[in-house]
């Protein structure tokens, strides 16, 4: 009928609009701008749908951001440290994206779904000793953390989160300038304490005369 064609153009109308704000990370509440600007830094894999109807649905700052922050969590423990596939569990996130916008959940039960999928016991993805295995398989081919495909992320934020702490008033550069294929004069180094001779965990690890070698 006309009045189902009206209501269902009029659903992308405004489904056009939160999707602006996802790609965008643009949002009114700085909060959830913040958490906006994270996933898009972890590419969002299967949450983009599901976002965009929380968005559409939800009008409690609060509420979207502890989504967000499950999202975000799952992205980062389960995709980039437990190195599962990218489109892991991607059908039953958008059969939750159906089940939510139709009302049949709430944004609650939607939380607690994604949470499940990290930490339950039985269907809980989270695997830190397939991290850690994949780190050591890194040292034994002289690479370490370099080739680890969620470095650049983790550091990014850890560097956030110091810059939050210490309540600097200076701005890091873009993430994209960081994570960019052909940013090939951003680099990750690793610095050797120049006062290690101070400190008695580097003198007892490293007892070379010459610690020039590691800097």
Same mark, same amino acid.
């Given at each position: 009928?006309?009045?189902? !064609?009206?209501?269902?153009?009029?659903?992308?109308?405004?489904?056009?609009?939160?999707?602006?704000?996802?790609?965008?990370?643009?949002?009114?509440?700085?909060?959830?701008?913040?958490?906006?600007?994270?996933?898009?830094?972890?590419?969002?894999?299967?949450?983009?749908?599901?976002? #965009?109807?929380?968005?559409?649905?939800?009008?409690?700052?609060?509420?979207?951001?502890?989504?967000?922050?499950?999202?975000?969590?799952?992205?980062?423990?389960?995709?980039? !440290? &437990?190195?599962?596939?990218?489109?892991?569990?991607? &059908?039953?996130?958008?059969?939750?994206?159906?089940?939510?916008?139709?009302?049949?959940?709430?944004?609650?039960?939607?939380?607690?779904?994604?949470?499940?999928? !990290?930490?339950?016991?039985?269907?809980?993805?989270?695997?830190?000793?397939?991290?850690?295995?994949?780190?050591?398989?890194?040292?034994?081919? =002289?690479?370490?953390?370099?080739?680890?495909?969620?470095?650049?992320?983790?550091?990014?934020?850890?560097?956030?989160?110091?810059?939050?702490?210490?309540?600097?008033?200076?701005?890091?550069?873009?993430? =994209? #300038?960081?994570?960019?294929?052909?940013?090939?004069?951003?680099?990750?180094?690793?610095?050797?304490?120049?006062?290690?001779?101070?400190?008695?965990?580097?003198?007892?690890?490293?007892?070379?005369?010459?610690?020039?070698?590691?800097?």
């Amino acid at each position: 009928t006309k009045e189902d !064609i009206f209501t269902y153009i009029l659903s992308l109308q405004k489904s056009i609009i939160q999707w602006a704000k996802i790609i965008k990370a643009d949002h009114e509440d700085a909060d959830v701008k913040l958490w906006l600007d994270k996933l898009n830094r972890l590419h969002w894999r299967s949450f983009r749908p599901l976002a #965009m109807a929380v968005l559409l649905k939800e009008e409690d700052s609060n509420n979207i951001v502890e989504f967000l922050k499950a999202c975000e969590r799952f992205n980062f423990l389960i995709i980039e !440290i &437990s190195e599962r596939y990218s489109n892991v569990n991607n &059908s039953s996130f958008y059969a939750l994206t159906k089940n939510y916008y139709k009302g049949d959940k709430g944004l609650e039960d939607v939380i607690a779904e994604i949470k499940k999928y !990290i930490y339950d016991k039985k269907e809980g993805l989270l695997d830190v000793k397939r991290f850690c295995n994949t780190i050591e398989k890194n040292y034994d081919k =002289e690479e370490g953390f370099y080739s680890w495909k969620g470095l650049k992320y983790f550091l990014y934020e850890y560097e956030l989160f110091l810059q939050e702490k210490a309540k600097s008033p200076k701005t890091l550069l873009p993430y =994209e #300038m960081y994570s960019a294929k052909n940013s090939g004069d951003i680099t990750i180094e690793h610095i050797f304490p120049q006062s290690s001779n101070d400190i008695p965990y580097w003198k007892k690890n490293f007892k070379t005369k010459d610690s020039s070698i590691y800097l």
